[in-house]
């Protein structure tokens, strides 16, 4: 049982569970840690700033759409914009389906809030875009 409220450890090994009440910050660390946003079509998500630099993935968002009156095809655009920085994942179609993927940089420091729009005509989209950030 150690109980501290100060000092320094070296080469510890944690051999169960740990809880972590406060912040940890760690210099290095060995393997993946990815957080997930989720923002919602014709809404917004908003990412807190942090102290290091990130990398923000769209990895897929897809339009489907259907054939109507006529035999004409469904389609429409989508995008994902981040605030700033811009557009990002842009695409479209006029033949039933598409999809769209991208990435951005954040730099430290800086939050960033993210919109996820449609414009369809006899047409679906993704309904919540998945954003995977990545300390760079």
């Given at each position: 049982n150690i109980n501290a409220y100060s000092g320094t450890?070296?080469?510890?090994h944690i051999?169960?569970?740990?809880q972590i009440d406060g912040t940890i910050s760690a210099t290095k660390i060995i393997g993946d840690i990815v957080k997930a946003v989720l923002i919602p079509l014709y809404g917004s998500a908003y990412i807190p700033p942090e102290n290091f630099e990130r990398e923000l993935v769209i990895p897929c968002v897809g339009i489907n759409g259907w054939t109507f009156k006529g035999g004409?095809?469904?389609g429409g655009s989508a995008s994902v914009t981040a605030n700033p920085g811009g557009t990002f994942v842009s695409f479209s179609t006029a033949s039933l389906s598409a999809?769209?993927?991208g990435q951005i940089h954040i730099?430290?420091?800086q939050a960033v809030t993210l919109t996820y729009n449609a414009d369809l005509d006899?047409?679906?989209?993704?309904?919540t875009a998945i954003g995977l950030i990545i300390k760079s």
């Open positions: 450890l070296s080469n510890v051999l169960e569970n740990c004409r095809w469904g999809t769209g993927s730099p430290s420091g006899h047409a679906s989209a993704t309904q």
